[in-house]
């Protein structure tokens, strides 16, 4: 089973003090082969998520920064990164995971940024019937590994919507995401890709939920060619 090398944290590590590129060049050699290291450890994932679920694509982070438009100007990123994304159009959500050093590395699953529409679907499906996603975001291997659902929330209720929508707190809500936070003991732990695959199994039920939502129209009727 691929793990995340010690090796990983140490150099981001160093890099976090040495965030240059006469030193990464300097490094480069490393860098190479710690970031082959992490390829395998996110295939390691794909492949146990492909176990319970369709992952359409892997995506390794690059380590360079875009400085165009930033005020900080270091060049790398002190973390490694990568997303997978499900099968689309019938499967919608994707998961990201984030290593860092000092405890910084975390997972997320959910919906980072949906679009206006899809946005407005599922306000639509929770402002019909709220009980089925409230059931499920009380799950209790959802909490007992995700906690609550997070996001950007609006300050008043959406345009068009009830403010005092008994489900109120959910129709607010502008991102639909989960977040998990690990130490670096854990992120280095032999079985850190099943850890992870843990939760991603938890947050099935409400990628089922979602996808069905958002791949049907008020009626129920699908919006994806048979």
């Given at each position: 089973?691929?793990?995340?090398?010690?090796?990983v944290l140490a150099f981001l590590?160093?890099?976090?003090?040495?965030?240059?590129?006469?030193?990464?060049?300097?490094?480069?050699?490393?860098?190479?082969?710690?970031?082959?290291?992490?390829?395998?450890?996110?295939?390691?994932?794909?492949?146990?998520?492909?176990?319970?679920?369709?992952?359409?694509?892997?995506?390794?982070?690059?380590?360079?920064?875009?400085?165009?438009?930033?005020?900080?100007?270091?060049?790398?990123?002190?973390?490694?990164?990568?997303?997978?994304?499900?099968?689309?159009?019938?499967?919608?959500?994707?998961?990201?995971?984030?290593?860092?050093?000092?405890?910084?590395?975390?997972?997320?699953?959910?919906?980072?940024?949906p679009n206006k529409d899809d946005?407005?679907?599922?306000?639509?499906?929770?402002?019909?019937?709220?009980?089925?996603?409230?059931?499920?975001?009380?799950?209790?291997?959802?909490?007992?590994?995700?906690?609550?659902?997070?996001?950007?929330?609006?300050?008043?209720?959406?345009?068009?919507?009830?403010?005092?929508?008994?489900?109120?707190?959910?129709?607010?809500?502008?991102?639909?995401?989960?977040?998990?936070?690990?130490?670096?003991?854990?992120?280095?732990?032999?079985?850190?890709?099943?850890?992870?695959?843990?939760?991603?199994?938890?947050?099935?039920?409400?990628?089922?939920?979602?996808?069905?939502?958002?791949?049907?129209?008020?009626?129920?009727?699908?919006?994806?060619?048979?």
């Amino acid at each position: 089973m691929k793990s995340v090398p010690q090796e990983v944290l140490a150099f981001l590590r160093q890099l976090e003090q040495n965030n240059d590129r006469d030193w990464f060049n300097d490094h480069k050699a490393e860098f190479k082969a710690l970031e082959s290291e992490m390829k395998d450890f996110y295939k390691e994932i794909e492949i146990k998520l492909n176990l319970h679920d369709q992952i359409e694509k892997t995506k390794a982070f690059r380590i360079y920064r875009d400085v165009r438009f930033s005020k900080d100007k270091t060049p790398y990123k002190t973390n490694f990164g990568a997303s997978f994304t499900r099968r689309k159009p019938a499967l919608r959500g994707g998961y990201y995971v984030h290593i860092q050093p000092e405890n910084k590395s975390f997972i997320a699953v959910g919906f980072w940024n949906p679009n206006k529409d899809d946005l407005y679907r599922i306000r639509k499906e929770v402002e019909m019937d709220a009980e089925e996603i409230q059931e499920i975001l009380q799950q209790k291997d959802l909490k007992k590994y995700w906690g609550e659902v997070e996001g950007e929330r609006l300050k008043t209720s959406p345009k068009g919507f009830d403010k005092e929508h008994p489900a109120i707190d959910l129709l607010n809500l502008k991102q639909w995401t989960f977040t998990k936070k690990f130490t670096d003991k854990e992120v280095v732990a032999p079985d850190f890709a099943t850890t992870i695959d843990k939760h991603f199994q938890a947050i099935k039920p409400f990628f089922d939920y979602m996808s069905s939502v958002l791949t049907t129209d008020l009626n129920g009727v699908s919006l994806i060619d048979n």
